[in-house]
């Protein structure tokens, strides 16, 4: 034993061949090592070379000769990390699966393993066990946002959510089906944990939400049957779009449509129809349209009693922890409405605020402030003194001013769309209030833009 470790290289390039020895067994079943089992085996066998290199250096009696391996060790290192050698191993290195991520999508188990080795892609593939996990690729995403509340990852691709197996271009092309996937193991003991358990939520006042396409588009040169209740549209549908004009919403035979919402472009599974009950009886749509970059317009109709009337349109922004449809996060009930706005009040921000349905149809704020998502400029430096009122834990003004010194640094804790105003915090964990006359780029405060008074803020898009 002792003398097999005296030679770790060969221990090294023993380690080396026995993982690829042992991926190439399990590729013949259509297997792969988890990704937790590439960065141990892969980091024990990089760690035995590097002491077997200097293992043998330390072997070397001449000392010339053992001066001189260290330096070409050192030239290596230096050329590995100033030329694009090293750039192109590390990649080479990175497609290895080294991070994952599981995915459950209608019951059914993936693992993803992260592609960072030029842009971020998330490869998933079917989960087996611990240990390995299928090697044929199921689909890839771009990406995820994930709930700051409840956790919940949301990934998606250049098209779409991925809320569904509809959702994934494979599965609707039929390059995989159910059979061919790992169904997650879950025990539902009463009616009570099934309902805990179901992707569509219902709500204690009999509001309820509707699946993505639970009211269908229909084109105006097709025959709508004795569909009740329907978009109808004018223009070109593909595979994964609807080129409309005319956009209509046809409830019994009555219409309802509006020149804010006349024409665009739909994704035929991205996009959300959500249907609401409010205490007072009123019944309204609320659909997602015409998506763009990142922000969508949210149109209401009102379909009390039958009718059909278009109420009106907002835009919102998708951030992450908006439009969680399927889920309890986001549309849960008609008053509680999650959705996502961007600003550039200071320097470019991204938050959510709690709306509800209000008495006219459209979402009304439900709460108080908000909750931030995503700053570009963390901490923010001021270029004056600033004579503000300090807030307390609730966010309510004390009637305290303070003058807080130039140079002071702050933080964005909170933001008023109503007031308007900002909550920042400073260095000693003080929260004071920043009103504003004017908010976006060209905010004010006192009269001054708020980008002459500090330093290092960011805008993006």
Excluded at 89 to 111: C, N, R, S
Aim: glycine share 8%; hydrophobic share 40%; net charge negative.
């Amino acid at each position: 034993m002792k003398k097999f470790l005296k030679n770790l290289l060969a221990i090294s390039g023993i380690l080396l061949a026995l993982y690829l020895l042992v991926q190439g067994s399990l590729r013949i079943f259509d297997l792969q090592l988890r990704a937790w089992i590439n960065v141990c085996w892969l980091g024990i066998t990089a760690l035995v070379f590097i002491i077997g290199i200097l293992q043998q250096i330390f072997k070397i009696k001449n000392i010339k000769l053992k001066i001189g391996s260290i330096v070409a060790i050192i030239a290596a290192i230096v050329l590995f990390l100033k030329t694009r050698i090293g750039l192109l191993l590390l990649m080479t290195a990175w497609l290895i699966p080294h991070e994952e991520q599981v995915a459950i999508i209608d019951g059914y188990k993936f693992i993803g393993y992260v592609d960072d080795s030029w842009d971020t892609f998330i490869d998933f593939y079917d989960y087996k066990n611990a240990f390995v996990s299928g090697a044929t690729l199921r689909f890839t995403a771009l990406g995820y946002y994930t709930d700051e509340e409840s956790g919940k990852k949301r990934y998606y691709d250049e098209l779409r959510y991925i809320d569904h197996l509809e959702d994934i271009y494979e599965y609707k092309q039929g390059y995989f089906t159910e059979k061919d996937l790992t169904k997650e193991a879950t025990t539902v003991t009463d009616d009570s944990a099934k309902e805990a358990s179901s992707e569509v939520t219902k709500t204690d006042i009999d509001a309820y939400i509707l699946e993505p396409a639970g009211i269908p588009m229909i084109s105006s040169e097709a025959d709508p049957g004795d569909t009740p209740l329907y978009f109808t549209y004018e223009g070109k549908e593909s595979d994964d779009f609807i080129s409309y004009d005319n956009l209509t919403l046809v409830n019994n035979g009555q219409k309802a449509t509006s020149d804010e919402v006349s024409y665009g472009e739909l994704y035929k599974t991205a996009n959300k129809c959500f249907r609401f009950k409010t205490d007072a009886g009123k019944e309204y749509i609320y659909i997602e349209l015409n998506c763009e970059n990142d922000y969508f317009q949210l149109a209401v109709y009102d379909i009390t009693d039958g009718t059909a009337k278009f109420v009106g349109d907002n835009w919102f922004a998708y951030i992450g922890v908006d439009n969680e449809a399927s889920t309890k996060d986001g549309y849960t009930d008609p008053s509680h409405l999650r959705l996502g706005s961007r600003d550039d009040s200071f320097g470019t921000f991204s938050y959510s605020v709690v709306y509800k349905v209000g008495e006219d149809g459209m979402p009304t704020p439900a709460e108080i402030g908000c909750t931030i998502k995503d700053v570009c400029t963390e901490k923010v430096t001021s270029k004056k003194a600033l004579d503000l009122e300090v807030v307390d834990s609730d966010g309510n003004p004390t009637g305290n001013m303070i003058t807080v010194p130039a140079g002071s640094t702050y933080t964005l804790v909170n933001y008023y769309e109503d007031i308007p105003a900002l909550d920042t915090k400073l260095d000693d964990g003080t929260v004071v209030r920043i009103p504003l006359s004017e908010t976006g780029y060209d905010a004010k405060f006192n009269g001054t833009l708020i980008r002459d008074l500090f330093d290092e803020l960011m805008y993006v898009g």
